[in-house]
């Protein structure tokens, strides 16, 4: 039996993969609910992102309108929008330009069959994203009446408010959490300080209502805040103390609005910042050159922190405040607002471009619309949402400045061993952080590349002004998904020394897998090319399947030596029997057909292709030589012929058939045992011999290098049972590994089973069927005691205590995989399948 097991376990894992998990797509970025600013021209480039489980060809995603008129379909008209061709190491990342609406995405996973797989987030928006700053009237406050939630599905917003068991963190211990979008009801608390829904909710559902997107609220308000708390904790270090003798944490109210425009902001968007402050400067007794000059500093510090010079601002004309028992307007803060948007003239010196008019709500004082003549309440805080919808026209939306999101950054992966992933970030951010939980803030690495194992994993950055964004998760799953063959023309090259290689031209097909091994192991650059055409080749009157390869390395062509495994499908075979000629056998009908399996054979044309099409020609140095398989199987779970072969000599490589050369040479066992003096005794037993020549021993020290030992006749044609042995008599210390590579006289051969042997241990211990798939049997000649199973890493997995003479482990539910299996003191590796 042919087994390299490096290129068997990797096939084992894909087969437990497959048979214990379903091919799925998983939408990592964007989230559910998420909305994002739409420029002018009603549209945003929307990034997707996520990871998969199987083998794509290409990843589609679309855009579906929710309900019928909320929003264009993307792509328009309908279909699909491929993101990404060709995806690699099982994630994707992608992006689509998406009308202003609420959708539906979905996202699929297409196969080169045409077959696939979908994900989808049932909510995402492209529309109109605002924060909202001031004091009390821009966020309510303990004790003030709360407002309605949204009732409009596309009204949303983040739930978190930095307080936390009654503390509230000073600017420079603000933990920002993971951003969970959620529908704006009346008690979420719209990040990062917003205290409930207050008249945000009715905003929202008028504007979205007005505009038809959706809409995405924050809140960085904090009351009984005046302008002159809010500069004075401009620095993330500065310290302010209100006039009602509240002492804010260090860096805020400021540092509220920076952690918005730094976090949120950056992700999502923006179309302007909603500032409703004055009454505390009522209080205050504020001058207008003051208040002016506060506001504006205000203004140009979020511009600065954010690099959004354009940044859009609607400022609300309000101060009114209840002042030794007597409410009043105080008109210098209202003519400093005027001011800075721009009612008192044009001078830049006084007014700040991008600053519009927002609500005048001093007039609107007595109840219904506030009980306490300072607070808006009830029925006024629908009336105030009205208000702020009335002054955000489509001349606004047509004259202010929206600013994007920033996009997340897109990981580029590359395995670095069979098990693990290079990861790595692109360039041009100051900050890299690493996240593997949910936790945003528990970073593990803060290098922009990191090699990990099995896992899920993000990163955080954050550029030269503090924006941070975050990366949708992807996934290291521990191994490649190539599970579907090369298309027409595909090739790869690999830099080979010795393992098993796998040449991919891309992580969903496979061409081939090459094994360095034998008297001189293929080394360096080797190339794979595959061609499937649509006629069968042919040469010297012999036909050949269709689907062939070139192999051929930079170095010792003529005499390097090797594995090679070859992949086929049963439509390939079925083209061959459909046009060979009469003279050729069949290829195997189905898997099934085990009598056909015997003519398989691979013929390597040795030398240079001119015409560089892999098909035979005349102009190849030498005709082919035939080579028999080392084993021809199906792969029921992936649906291919997987055809292994040695090979001395490289070059074009194609498949044919003949009844030459089969090795009908049936063994009824092979078996070692240790003997005295640190010797091993070999035996076997054929059931059946036709033309075979002899049998060659190798011993090996890992089950993968092999040498010849010696060599023993046979008895060529028979069909009595012949008995033969060999001994070892130099072994090395510790377990040595022996196989039989039986030849015939035609120079066609095949190989044994393994069997472990440890001399010197007493009576032999003998373990089969090596691979197991079930039943793995035990037969020794002594009394076993304790019998143990350790996986790779040498962890002890069972243990188990046998009756005399033999016994039986039953395997079937231990993961695929090779195990050590310790029998008192020797040690035996298995395959399990």
């Known amino acids: ?45 929307v990034t997707l992102a996520g990871n998969y489980a199987g083998c794509y060809d290409r990843i589609e995603a679309r855009f579906v309108p929710r309900q019928e008129g909320q929003g264009t379909p993307a792509p328009e008209g309908g279909g699909w929008n491929t993101i990404q061709s060709v995806p690699q190491g099982g994630n994707f990342y992608g992006s689509m330009l998406v009308k202003g609406g609420w959708y539906q995405l979905e996202i699929r996973g297409v196969k080169g069959d045409g077959s696939m797989e979908t994900g989808h987030v049932e909510r995402v928006g492209v529309g109109e994203v605002f924060l909202v700053a001031g004091q009390s009237n821009a966020t309510g406050s303990n004790g003030l009446g709360n407002g309605p939630g949204a009732t409009d599905d596309r009204v949303n917003s983040v739930d978190f408010q930095n307080l936390s068991d009654g503390i509230i963190a000073p600017y420079s211990e603000i933990r920002v959490p993971c951003p969970q979008f959620v529908h704006l009801d009346a008690l979420t608390k719209t990040a990062p300080f917003g205290n409930y829904a207050w008249c945000w909710g009715a905003f929202g559902d008028k504007m979205a209502e007005a505009l038809n997107v959706p809409v ?19 620095s993330t270090t500065g310290n302010t103390v209100s006039s009602y003798s509240y002492a804010f944490p260090q860096g805020l109210p400021f540092g509220h609005l920076r952690i918005a425009l730094n976090n949120y902001i950056a992700q999502m968007g923006i179309r302007a910042v909603l500032w409703h402050q004055g009454e505390s400067d009522n209080h205050e007794g504020t001058s207008r050159e003051s208040h002016r000059d506060q506001l504006r500093r205000i203004i140009q510090e979020s511009r600065d922190l954010s690099g959004k010079e354009d940044l859009s601002w609607v400022v609300a004309r309000a101060s009114r405040y209840t002042v030794n028992d007597e409410s009043r307007i105080w008109q210098p803060v209202i003519d400093a607002q005027s001011d800075v948007i721009g009612l008192n003239g044009s001078d830049l010196s006084i007014r700040m471009a991008h600053v519009f008019e927002g609500p005048s709500t001093d007039d609107y004082w007595e109840p219904p619309y506030r009980t306490d003549n300072i607070h808006f309440s009830g029925e006024g805080l629908t009336f105030l949402a009205n208000l702020w919808k009335q002054k955000l026209t489509s001349g606004f939306l047509e004259q202010s400045t929206p600013y994007m999101a920033i996009p997340p950054p897109a990981i580029t992966m590359a395995y670095s061993s069979d098990t693990e992933m290079t990861l790595q970030a692109p360039e041009g951010w100051s900050d890299y952080k690493w996240l593997q939980t949910a936790d945003c803030n528990a970073d593990f690495s803060t290098s922009r590349q990191v090699t990990r194992g099995v896992g899920t994993y993000k990163i955080r950055v954050t550029d030269s002004y503090h924006n941070t964004v975050f990366s949708g998760k992807v996934n290291v799953s521990g191994s490649k998904p190539a599970v579907s063959l090369a298309h027409h023309q595909d090739k790869a090259t690999l830099s080979v020394q010795t393992g098993q290689y796998t040449f991919m031209p891309s992580e969903c097909r496979v061409i081939s897998t090459l094994t360095p091994q034998g008297s001189s192991p293929v080394a360096g650059a080797v190339l794979t090319k595959i061609w499937s055409e649509t006629s069968l080749p042919t040469f010297k009157s012999s036909a050949f399947a269709s689907r062939h390869y070139i192999v051929k390395p930079d170095q010792n062509e003529s005499s390097a030596t090797a594995g090679i495994t070859l992949y086929f499908t049963q439509a390939d075979f079925n083209q061959f029997n459909s046009g060979k000629t009469s003279a050729q056998p069949s290829l195997p009908s189905d898997k099934e057909d085990n009598s056909a399996k015997t003519n398989i054979k691979i013929y390597r044309f040795p030398g240079i292709d001119p015409a560089g099409n892999g098909l035979p020609s005349l102009s190849y140095t030498e005709n082919p030589v035939s080579i028999v398989p080392e084993n021809s199987s199906w792969n029921d779970v992936l649906k291919r012929w997987e055809i292994s072969f040695n090979t001395t000599g490289f070059g074009a490589f194609l498949l044919g058939s003949s009844s030459e050369g089969a090795l009908p040479v049936l063994f009824e066992f092979f078996t070692g045992r240790p003997t005295e003096h640190h010797q091993t005794e070999l035996s076997w037993k054929t059931t059946l011999e036709t033309n075979a020549s002899h049998f060659e021993i190798q011993r090996g020290s890992d089950m993968k290098q092999f ?127």
């Open 1 to 45: 039996m042919f087994l390299r097991l490096k290129s068997l376990s990797f096939f084992l894992f894909i087969l437990f993969c497959t048979l214990h998990s379903h091919a799925q797509i998983t939408i990592t970025f964007p989230s559910e609910r998420a909305v994002f600013q739409r420029d002018n021209a009603n549209q945003a480039r």
């Open 216 to 234: 995405m609220v924050f809140n960085a308000g904090w009351g009984g805040s005046s302008s002159r708390n809010w500069v004075e904790s401009i």
């Open 707 to 833: 040498d010849t030992i010696g060599e023993v006749t046979a008895a060529g044609d028979t069909d009595k049972g012949m008995v033969y042995h060999f001994l070892d008599t130099n072994p090395a210390f510790g377990i040595n590994y022996y196989r039989l590579k039986q030849l015939d006289l035609d120079g066609s051969y095949m190989y044994t089973r393994v069997l472990a042997v440890q001399p010197g241990a007493g009576e032999t211990v003998i373990l089969y069927p090596n691979p197991v798939t079930d039943k793995l049997v035990i037969k020794s000649g002594r009394k076993v005691k304790d019998v143990e199973i350790l996986n790779q890493s040498g962890q002890l997995i069972r243990t188990y205590n046998l009756q005399p003479d033999s016994g039986a482990l039953f395997l079937k539910d231990l993961p695929a995989g090779i195990y050590e299996v310790k029998v008192d003191t020797q040690v035996f590796k298995i395959l399990k399948q």
